[in-house]
């Protein structure tokens, strides 16, 4: 599905390097709004070419007196302005707007970061029905500050040090915020942006899942002509799973599922997908067992992009072969490949094009994403490639994917592999870790907590421990157990347990897994940690 697929209102974001950027476009969305990003400095076609309602000008970390600091295109202000489209800054995008329109921003006079107090300026404005000296708690984060605005511009809201917090002019449709509505701390961001989109910019709720899957299965079948074959490597994760029977929905028996057993899976997990995949999905899967190909071309590395890319290589050459032993069957080769890839795996894999340092940073290779090889013979559908993963949940719901699948904490690509902390081939880690996993993740069942959490799992560390266990000296390996809630998984906070259910998990590994002395928590959050370890 491309963007200009949807039949709803879009809101286009031109993002410029804020970390805020993937939230403000799922707050939009949680509005029953379509809303995408594209790169701060893209082409005014490709601006055009989404043809969107409103355009949200994002925050980044520069400033507009720099001389390589990101700005949309030359024309676009014309553009808007002959198109009528309402055009919001929020903080770098406020002072673009300031700047670009002959207004003034000085370098960091008053410098505002974290939580601050605004008071209202203007009635019936940005802040609807908001009253003239009405206060609120919001978000900010800003050096530069608008000083001399351009003409016709009003102030609709001041920070509690005087400072312009929020500015529109009505006639041309430019709006600015210098604080973030996207973020929880702004408490009353989401009745402001609500109030924007829907009151002054007049936008309609249209964004609906079922219409996303209307669109989804219409445009495969435009895409994939009747003789084509397909085929979609399921990991057992809700994301390969709703993909797959999306396509399946889409075309049939031309779509044909390979199960990859590449050793770096959890304490049964083959046996237990492939039983949920054939008893409950009634999907086609072939299973094939590859441990052996994975981990002699993991043997000694180290390395945690070097495994990723190691993976990511196999995987595709598992794929070739599966695909060239179609091809004998039906005499053709398959055309396509599924992938699950989700909206934030394309933004934090991907920098976007033309930019290397104004932008979120790579941070890894989603293996599904960055490690794809150039010479790839199979083209790419990627039908959840423009959603969040609590969207593709409610997809899922839709579509009668079970809600034991849909409730599954992610699994990353790589598997074990980026769990076990170095060689994933010393000793008997993978061993160690699955069993650990195993007991940690079924204490967190039992204790009936699964669906709080997002994700959890147990890391091997590649270290030992001196501890004594039935009077003897131990020299053994540490295990640590991370559990965090997330949104979307772009940030996460560590889950706070009970220190009893940790008292007793840690108890069980010690005394039924052989080779662990000591259990460790991790306690950090996303960032400044990522949830994986490597
Ligand atoms: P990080 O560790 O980057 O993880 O904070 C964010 C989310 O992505 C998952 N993850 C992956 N998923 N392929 C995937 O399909 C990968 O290579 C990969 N690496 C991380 C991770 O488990 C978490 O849910």
Redesign the pocket.
């Known amino acids: 599905m491309d963007s200009q697929d949807v039949k709803s209102d879009l809101v286009l974001i031109l993002d410029y390097g804020s970390q805020y950027t993937h939230l403000i476009t799922r707050r939009i969305r949680q509005l029953s709004v379509y809303s995408l990003c594209l790169n701060g400095t893209a082409s005014l076609e490709s601006i055009r070419k989404e043809n969107p309602k409103v355009i949200i000008l994002s925050g980044g970390p520069h400033s507009v007196h720099a001389p390589q600091a990101p700005c949309f295109p030359s024309g676009f202000i014309e553009y808007v302005e002959s198109e009528k489209i309402p055009v919001l800054g929020i903080c770098y995008g406020l002072q673009l707007l300031v700047q670009r329109l002959g207004g003034q921003v000085s370098i960091g006079e008053k410098q505002e970061y974290g939580r601050m107090e605004i008071e209202v300026q203007k009635a019936c404005g940005l802040f609807g029905n908001r009253k003239v000296g009405d206060k609120q708690v919001v978000w900010m984060s800003h050096g530069d500050e608008a000083v001399n605005l351009p003409q016709g511009f009003e102030v609709a809201a001041r920070s509690q040090q005087g400072a312009v917090a929020a500015v529109e002019d009505n006639k041309r449709r430019f709006y600015g915020f210098q604080y973030h509505p996207e973020v929880t701390h702004t408490h009353e961001g989401m009745e402001t942006l609500q109030h924007f989109l829907f009151d002054v910019c007049g936008v309609s709720a249209e964004w609906k899942m079922e219409d996303v899957l209307e669109q989804e299965i219409k445009a495969i079948q435009e895409k994939v002509r009747l003789e084509d074959h397909v085929i979609c490597a399921l ?1 057992g ?1 809700v ?1 390969s799973t709703v993909a797959a029977t999306l396509v399946h929905k889409a075309i049939g028996d031309r779509l044909h599922c390979v199960f990859v057993d590449n050793g770096l899976l959890r304490y049964k997990e083959r046996e237990r997908v492939m039983e949920t995949f054939e008893r409950d999905l009634h999907l086609p899967v072939t299973c094939v067992d590859a441990t052996e190909q994975f981990l002699s071309q993991l043997k000694g590395v180290v390395d945690p992009e070097m495994k ?1 890319k190691i ?2 290589k196999e995987f595709i050459n598992i794929f070739d072969a599966f695909a060239h032993d179609l091809e004998q069957k039906f005499g053709k080769r398959p055309a396509y490949l599924v992938q ?1 890839t989700l909206y ?2 394309v933004i ?1 894999s991907c920098p976007p094009p033309g930019t290397q340092s104004t932008h979120s940073h790579t ?6 994403v960055g ?1 794809l090889p150039k010479n790839m013979k199979l083209k790419l559908i990627e039908p959840l490639k423009l959603l969040f993963k609590d969207e593709v949940r409610a997809l899922g719901s839709i579509l009668n994917v079970p809600e034991a699948f849909l409730k599954r ?6 598997g074990l592999a ?1 769990r076990v902390l170095g060689d994933v081939t010393q000793g008997n880690a993978l061993d160690i870790l699955r069993q650990v996993d195993e007991i940690f993740i079924q204490s967190i069942k039992d204790a009936g907590i699964y669906d709080k959490i ?2 959890a799992f147990a890391v091997f560390l590649p270290i030992r421990s001196v501890g004594v266990q039935g009077d003897q000296r131990t020299h053994s390996h540490v295990v640590a157990l991370r559990a965090v809630t ?1 949104q979307d ?2 940030t ?1 906070d560590w889950y706070n347990f009970e220190h009893n259910f940790l008292d007793d998990v840690a108890r069980k590994i010690c005394n039924s897994v052989r080779g662990i002395n000591r259990v460790v928590q991790d306690i950090t959050s ?1 960032p400044p ?5 490597e």
């Open positions: 990991s994760g994301d990723r993976i990511g699950g934030p795996d934090e941070i890894k290779s989603h293996h599904n490690g904490h992610p699994f990353p690509g790589p980026v997002w994700q997330s998984g772009m996460a996303k940690s990522t949830i994986e370890w």
